[in-house]
């Protein structure tokens, strides 16, 4: 069943903190003062926008939920958990810090039938989070996922932030270990970028902070889900979405694009694709040119072509042998099927990334 979210922005409610390269209000697209009457409003708003059937989710973002007083957590759930009762919506979701749990605040989430909390990890590097301004560990991530794993009642999300100050490829890799480790249900990836009136615009501006490009940051987060998916864990967003409020224009610098999944999900295809064409090159006999077909389903065109055909491209640059052709004809969704001296190999999609 197709999933529909009621997005409701608490932006910076919560939160003392005031990490490098957090404009909440403009990441959340929301500045509205937010008590239990708005988001009563909001819920009914979506209901009755909704025309299918579907998996309804109410969802808290933006600022810090759990870092509120009990009180006003309970007043901002109360409608939420109304209409869970009803049934009229079927999962609350909250997203916090990681240092903002403990157990009298889990024991509350659960009174109030919240099923899924999103942690902000960001990274679990200690000196990246430092220079970050996160205002917690990697050790107070660990005790914050060993407290809600007590209960058998959540889901867990944990975010990463590839690109932060003092991180590396090594750094994030090894927090993708670590993140591999922990369990999560699903994670979210948000390469940084350097949003206008943060600390991290100013560090920026001042030379002391250089983000990823996209490109690098593309490289970067295929490797993260390759490794993600070979451990099966789901990745539910990779890049900021793009709202009303955040766009280009809001962004200073650094590696946004409004369909950044895509672009990374077209260089796992690239890397795939690549290494079953070396092979094929390692037994060529000859330097005459050698035609190869590629079938693809239609869903599958502008991944396996890359961004402005980018990955074709670079196959004409590194294969001058090879007389590439791509075919829309295959049937098979999950199949894609490389044609080469009359054999016909075939890769499962699904198993992109385990080549
Ligand atoms: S903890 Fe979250 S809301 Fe608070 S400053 Fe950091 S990113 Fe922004």
Known sequence: ???????????HYGCTNECVFC?????TGSQTTVNEYHVRKIILDWLERL????????????????????????????????????????????STRPDAIDDLILRNLILYGVSIIELGVQSLDNKVLKKSCRGHT??????????????????????????????????????IRNIIELKPDFVRIYPTVVLNHTKLAKLYCENQYTPL????SIKYCSILKILLDNHQIPIIRMGLQATENL?????????YHPAFGELVQAEIFYLSITKFLEK????KKNFLKQEIIIFHSNRLTSKIRGNKNSNIKKWSRIFPYFNLKFSQEANEKNFIKIKCDNQIYTLNINLISNI
Do not use: C, W
Request: glycine share 6%.
């Open 1 to 11: 069943m197709k999933r529909y979210i009621i997005p409701v922005f608490i932006p």
């Open 23 to 27: 404009n909440q209000h403009k990441i």
């Open 51 to 94: 025309n299918y059937a579907a998996f309804i989710e109410v969802a808290f973002y933006g600022g810090s939920f759990t870092a509120l007083s009990i009180e006003k957590q309970q007043e901002l759930l109360n409608p939420a958990y109304e209409f869970l009762k009803q049934d009229k919506i079927q999962a609350i979701r909250i």
């Open 138 to 175: 990697k050790e107070d991530v660990e005790l914050a996922v060993a407290a809600i794993r007590k209960y058998a009642n959540f889901k867990l999300g944990l975010q990463v932030m590839p690109g932060l100050p003092k991180d590396t490829l090594l750094k994030g890799l090894l927090t």
């Open 213 to 216: 490009s996209l490109d690098e």
């Open 247 to 255: 766009n280009s224009a809001n962004v200073l610098a650094g590696p």
């Open 280 to 283: 094929i090159n390692l037994y």
